[in-house]
């Protein structure tokens, strides 16, 4: 079984940064794909960004150019660096284990508002 902790939300001002981190645990025995996803009030969760096991990076068009996403295989952690943070970027953040587990995090939220 994996368990997943994200951490790092909060209330940021427009303009502002935030880190996530998202540390996954227990029998994981390959390097599966990561991501993170969000969900704002009446919308649905949508895909955010996501980091293959080879490296390769993928981002939602919305987010591209202010948000990175980084991964450490050794400690089974992912990473979502948020800049320029807009009002628009306020939801709830979830990171995903992919590939054979298929496991989510219980979400953190991010606000951003002057």
């Known amino acids: 079984q994996v368990h997943l902790v994200e951490s790092g939300g909060g209330l940021v001002q427009p303009g502002g940064s935030l880190r996530l981190s998202c540390a996954a645990s227990?029998?994981?025995?390959?390097?599966?794909?990561m991501s993170w996803y969000r969900q704002a009030p009446g919308k649905e969760r949508e895909l955010v960004a996501s980091?293959?096991?080879?490296?390769?990076?993928n981002y939602a068009s919305s987010v591209k150019g202010r948000f990175t996403i980084s991964r450490d295989n050794v400690k089974n952690t992912v990473y979502l660096q948020m800049n320029s943070l807009k009002p628009e970027d306020t939801a709830v953040y979830y990171c995903?284990?992919?590939?054979?587990?298929?496991?989510w995090g219980q979400g953190t939220q991010v606000t951003v508002s002057s």
């Open positions: 980091v293959a096991s080879s490296g390769t990076r």
């Open positions: 995903r284990l992919g590939g054979p587990y298929n496991a």
């Open positions: 227990g029998s994981i025995f390959s390097i599966p794909p």
